[in-house]
């Protein structure tokens, strides 16, 4: 089982949309969450953090299930800038005492006017 | 954004060729990165260091040799890569590696091309 899933789309939807990312995890000890966003030839750059408790920021609403190791992020109302690829990241900090990010590959969004 | 800068942000070299990437951070950080973006896979970690000390070495061939200098500058030594080396290059770093909510930043890469 890979160690962080995503769907790697893409999703193509009409400005105005909203939209849903899923991802699930593997590893039951994770213990932090995020997501990147990458434009294309470019960074990653942080998008959002994911907390259990799920967490807003404007238009894009995040949700952490560790239950069922799953993650989500939600977007409304899609703006053209929006197109990029959404990363699900994950963090682990095992008994070496540092932690690693495990990245997802990516879901791709496309948003058309 | 110039919080972490990348050099050269494309190269091409042959499979006999040595070069080398360099990375430099503006953040004040601890910890420093390598990253190997491939087509269709995931980010890959390669290396890490903390203080200038190397605290992770994913399996990666001695054909890549990282040097870090000192908490700002981070290198990536290559020698007779394949072409199956070729990839997109990033680094990152962050504050620190022992805390589980640490974000990373990353800079805009390297784009390698090994003929």
């Known amino acids: 089982r890979k160690e962080v899933e995503q769907d790697p789309g893409p999703f193509n939807v009409p400005e105005g949309a909203t939209v849903a990312f899923n991802c699930t995890y593997s590893n039951s000890a994770s213990q932090s969450f995020f997501w990147y966003r990458q434009d294309c030839r470019k960074e990653p750059k942080l998008l959002m953090s994911?907390?259990?408790s799920g967490n807003e920021d404007g238009r894009f609403t995040a949700q952490l299930n560790r239950a069922s190791q799953y993650i989500s992020l939600l977007i409304r109302d899609s703006k053209l800038s929006d197109s990029a690829t959404y990363l699900c990241?994950?963090?682990?900090?095992?008994?070496?005492?540092?932690?690693?990010?495990?990245f997802g590959k990516g879901t791709m969004l496309l948003v058309s006017p | 954004e110039t919080g972490v800068t990348q050099t050269p942000r494309h190269l091409v070299m042959g499979m006999t060729n040595k070069k080398s990437l360099k990375c430099e951070q503006h953040?004040?950080?601890?910890?420093m990165y390598w990253y190997k973006q491939s087509a269709k896979k995931p980010l890959e970690l390669m290396f890490v260091?903390?203080?200038?000390?190397?605290?992770e070495n994913n399996s990666v061939p001695s054909r890549f040799s990282p040097e870090c200098p000192n908490s700002s500058h981070l290198f990536l030594h290559l020698h007779t890569l394949q072409p199956e080396d070729s990839a997109l290059y990033l680094c990152a770093s962050s504050q620190d590696i022992t805390r589980g909510y640490e974000t990373q930043y990353f800079g805009p890469g390297t784009r390698l091309l090994v003929l």
């Open positions: 994911v907390y259990s």
């Open positions: 260091y903390s203080l200038e000390e190397r605290v």
């Open positions: 953040l004040g950080h601890n910890a």
């Open positions: 990241v994950v963090n682990l900090t095992p008994n070496s005492g540092y932690s690693t990010l495990t």
